[in-house]
């Protein structure tokens, strides 16, 4: 089956900082999303991108579907950042693999 | 508009039991996934249901089956129930795959 790779694992940051996550795959896919997982457990959605580029707020997602990675950035980090990202991607509709996140840590 | 909601929030039942969990959609998704997230294994597919037909099946043992009605709301059951099979049990909808999910809240369970 397909293999979703995210970097890096665990990401520590001081408020303020910017980052990048890598979400590299390693077939063609149909879908890619990008989640963040609440400290409740509740994944949410922040971008549907199976390519191109979109922006929301502070966040952004770039992915090159020719070259089968996505990147999430992240600018002027605040402590709400925190928590885990997830990459989604489909081959078969309604079915995701997911990797195995990235942790980022805000300090303030 | 609603959101996707899982019932019950939390669970613990003993081994060898069994369990339903419940999931109702957004209001017009006809499409339902259910993922499995434990620390050791990550987020896992469980299946998904389309229109009352599931679609998809993800790798795990004949204990763990679902279904779909007719407004779309779906269960998924698990019978005889052993230690491992604690996790969190996410749902997530979407108008029509592959078109962006939407997940509940979870419901995590506990094996005692």
């Known amino acids: 089956g397909i293999q979703v790779e995210q970097s890096p694992p665990d990401l520590i940051l001081q408020e303020g900082a910017n980052s990048t996550l890598r979400c590299n795959f390693s077939?063609?896919?149909?879908?890619l999303q990008w989640f963040h997982q609440n400290p409740w457990g509740q994944l949410i959605n922040l971008f549907y991108i199976p390519s191109g580029t979109k922006q929301n707020g502070r966040l952004s997602a770039t992915t090159v579907a020719t070259e089968r990675y996505s990147l999430l950035y992240i600018s002027s980090s605040q402590t709400t950042d925190s928590g885990v990202y997830f990459c989604a991607v489909d081959v078969y509709a309604g079915k995701s693999t997911f990797g195995d996140g990235t942790t980022l840590t805000v300090k303030p | 508009k609603a959101g996707v909601t899982q019932t019950p929030r939390y669970l613990i039942k003993t081994r060898g039991q069994q369990v339903t969990l419940s999931c109702s959609p957004i209001?017009?998704?006809?499409?339902v996934s259910w993922y499995q997230q434990t620390p050791g294994q990550g987020l896992q597919f469980l299946f998904e249901?389309?229109?009352?037909?599931?679609?998809n099946k993800g790798n795990f043992p004949g204990r763990f089956s679902g279904r779909q009605f007719s407004n779309s709301r779906s269960e998924m059951n698990v019978s005889t129930l052993e230690l491992g099979d604690s996790a969190l049990y996410l749902c997530?909808?979407?108008?029509?795959?592959?078109?962006?999910?939407?997940f509940g809240s979870g419901t995590r369970l506990t094996v005692v």
């Open positions: 209001s017009g998704h006809r499409s």
């Open positions: 997530a909808s979407s108008l029509m795959a592959p078109d962006g999910y939407t």
């Open positions: 077939d063609s896919v149909n879908n």
């Open positions: 249901y389309f229109s009352e037909t599931q679609r």
